[in-house]
């Protein structure tokens, strides 16, 4: 049978019983820790057109998110903006993707005193092929990548209500991108 997502308890993992598709809330086609990145070209806060080959001069913390001024959405954008001068320290970029457009971006920037580019994709269609799609289409998922120059995934988390977890993802990656520039 081929199933959309894991369940991911080993205990309740008995699919091959069931006669339908298991759904979660794991997004069924996320990117995978050593996966190629999507190539993309979208418009930024500005109006520019940036690609993800313009952004990858070291490695990139891209992150997809549903919408600007929501109020998860602006906690998380500002945890990114608080720890924005050590990711670019260790020298790592931070990048945004939601579907609103420029002009919502540079107002959601603006008012937020955030550092990092906003990407603008309306047709989601880089949000699909990142997997940050929402259920049954719906909405964006609130996912991060690591992704290192020659475009391959390093390292991936999805956790739509939990920015914590996003504000650990990017230490983690600061911490790993440190290690890599001692050694």
């Known amino acids: 049978m081929n199933h959309i997502a894991p369940l991911g308890d080993p205990a309740l993992d008995s699919r091959d019983s069931f006669p339908f598709p298991v759904f979660s809330w794991q997004t069924p086609f996320m990117l995978n820790v050593g996966d190629t990145a999507p190539h993309f070209e979208l418009e930024d806060h500005e109006g ?16 997809f998110y549903p919408a600007d ?12 903006r608080d720890t924005y001068e050590s990711m ?13 457009d420029a002009a919502s971006h540079a107002r959601f920037r603006q008012e937020h005193s955030l550092p990092f580019p906003l990407l603008s994709d309306p047709t989601k269609a880089t949000i699909n092929a990142f997997g940050a799609t929402g259920p049954l289409g719906i909405g964006v998922r609130r996912i991060t990548y ?3 120059p020659d475009k391959t995934i390093q390292q991936a988390l999805v956790a739509d209500f939990r920015v914590n977890r996003h504000e650990q993802f990017a230490a983690e990656a600061r911490e790993k991108q440190e290690a890599s520039q001692e050694s």
Do not use: H
């Open 48 to 63: 520019k057109r940036v690609s993800i080959d313009d952004l990858l001069s070291g490695p990139l913390l891209l992150y």
């Open 69 to 80: 001024f929501t109020p998860i959405c602006t906690k998380q954008a500002c945890m990114f």
């Open 88 to 100: 670019v320290s260790a020298g790592v970029k931070v990048v945004g993707i939601s579907p609103q």
């Open 146 to 148: 690591l992704i290192d």
